[in-house]
């Protein structure tokens, strides 16, 4: 066990691990090579087992990273009165979604968050539009955010979300209306400077938390990529409740 232990360090430091490659003289890694080199034709398997140990404790300081940020930014996740909600105002879980209006993986989510908020009343969401996928999706955020200031963000959003077609601005037109939107008061508000403003805030903080992509979500100290199953989701607000009392 031991051996092999050492084994697995030697094989660090050939992967590129730098934190055990600098625990060592440059003899001592020569030496170390040399038995790696010999340990490797015996057995593959110890670079494999390294490749693994090596991903598992870069995935431990990424998540680390991202708590620090997470918790340096709070008041920008949780707290800015600014940002549209979904579910329950006063809920006593909130979970933050980064989510762009074209991205087929954040329709995914929009029907489990949809059921999940039908199921418990007390949770709030937070909606941070991220538009990432190209012009179509900035005037698909403009378009919402604009509705946001006619109290009609929930809905354009609910469209939007069940769209098959690309948010062109006459589909975006047509589900405004049908929404009971002021189609021309919201085209107006699109074009103002202090929405993209808000688009901007939500991509820089984004990047601050490491986000790749659409969906992301914050619960409690945790974020949480891609698109999560009911189940799943259902776990991470009971652990966060849990987590609070």
Do not use: W
């Not at 707290?79 to 579910?87: E, F, L, S």
């Amino acid at each position: 066990m031991m051996r092999r232990a050492f084994l697995l360090a030697a094989a660090g430091i050939v992967t590129g691990g730098r934190a055990m490659a600098q625990a060592f003289t440059d003899a001592q890694r020569e030496e170390i090579v040399s038995i790696l080199r010999e340990a490797l034709r015996r057995d593959p398997s110890i670079l494999r087992d390294a490749i693994g140990a090596m991903q598992a404790s870069e995935e431990r300081e990424r998540e680390g990273a991202q708590r620090t940020a997470i918790a340096a930014s709070r008041d920008a996740l949780f707290n800015d009165a600014a940002d549209p909600v979904r579910g329950n105002p006063r809920g006593d879980v909130t979970i933050v979604e980064f989510f762009d209006v074209r991205c087929p993986y954040c329709k995914r989510l929009h029907a489990e968050m949809a059921d999940l908020l039908r199921r418990d009343r007390n949770i709030r969401v937070v909606m941070k539009d991220i538009p990432i996928l190209g012009p179509q999706s900035v005037v698909a955020s403009r378009a919402l955010l604009a509705a946001q200031r006619q109290g009609k963000y929930v809905e354009l959003h609910d469209a939007l979300m069940r769209l098959r077609g690309e948010p062109t601005e006459a589909v975006i037109r047509s589900e405004a209306q049908r929404a009971g939107i002021d189609v021309a008061r919201l085209f107006r508000d699109m074009g103002d400077a202090a929405i993209q403003q808000r688009l901007d805030a939500n991509l820089r903080l984004a990047r601050s938390l490491q986000i790749e992509g659409t969906p992301a979500l914050v619960i409690g100290d945790n974020l949480i990529p891609g698109a999560v199953p009911m189940a799943q989701l259902e776990t991470l607000v009971a652990g966060e409740r849990q987590r609070r009392r």
